[in-house]
């Protein structure tokens, strides 16, 4: 696994793009396919002996399997205070600002762009094959809910910093395209790892931050089944947001989830 950081200009672009999952946008880098982590890091799943592994490896080691976190594994969801919230995201802003750049051809690409359909659907390598299927994705959030008052949704991430659910803005944004899941899912979701595997995503990483969103009463999003892609089982109950919205209430300061 080798993680790239973003320019704020290729933040920018995936800002304004819809995710193909939850805190997940895919990307073209010349003849690769690449993974934009919550639109801040480019993912290499398969990179042996490239320049960065180091800086990769060290991130990847304090931010999700340190003794800290591991100590979380033991009591659950970790509470943060305001001030322990804010020393985590400046550690955490020091660790991604030690990645290597990413590269300046790094383009976003559609789920069903013919590029990236074959990998979707039969990962190679490091994800077992999926299973047999037609060659398209099917089932994929076919269904349209209006929100009631006191509806209350979630996602996670990677990071105690989310580009999407704007938390420390004066807005309070949910930008358009952002993925989540009901309250109904909370405890099919412990682990950062669970979220990785109940929402079919290729992110190796564990997305142990997990954001709260209350949209207004009235609102249309879409729904579904999480199906089965990367080579992952799903089967989770996913949401997406597809117009941009101010939440409904000041949104909380992230959950902190195990990765175990």
Known sequence: ML???????????????????????????????????????????????REGQQESDALANQLWFGPNVRKFGREGVAPRSA????QEIQAEEAL???????PLNVRYVSPTDPFVMGFILNPPGYLPPAPPRPGYIYGHLPFSGVTQSG????????????????????????????Y????????????????????????????????????????????????PLYGQAGGGVEVMFPTTFTNAVSLPSPAVLPPL
């Not at 800002?15 to 073209?28: P, V, W, Y």
């Not at 999407?164 to 930008?175: C, E, G, M, Q």
Request: proline content about 5%; some cysteine.
């Open 3 to 49: 993680l790239l950081k973003l320019s704020d200009t290729q933040r920018g672009i995936f800002d304004q793009s819809s995710e193909a999952g939850m805190g997940l946008h895919l990307a073209r880098i010349g003849d690769e396919l690449g993974f934009i982590l919550s639109g801040l890091v480019l993912m290499f799943a398969e990179a042996n002996d």
């Open 83 to 86: 001030e322990a919230t804010q």
């Open 96 to 102: 991604i600002e030690a990645l290597h750049d990413a």
């Open 151 to 178: 509806d209350v949704f979630y996602r996670c991430e990677h990071w105690a910093t989310s580009r999407r659910v704007r938390v420390w803005s004066t807005t309070n944004d949910i930008l358009a395209g952002t």
């Open 180 to 227: 989540g899941f009901p309250k109904s899912e909370l405890n099919f979701v412990p682990t950062g790892f669970a979220a990785v595997g109940r929402y079919a995503l290729p992110d190796l990483p564990p997305a142990c931050r997990r954001y709260e969103i209350t949209p207004p009463a009235g609102y249309t999003l879409q729904c579904g089944a999480c199906v």
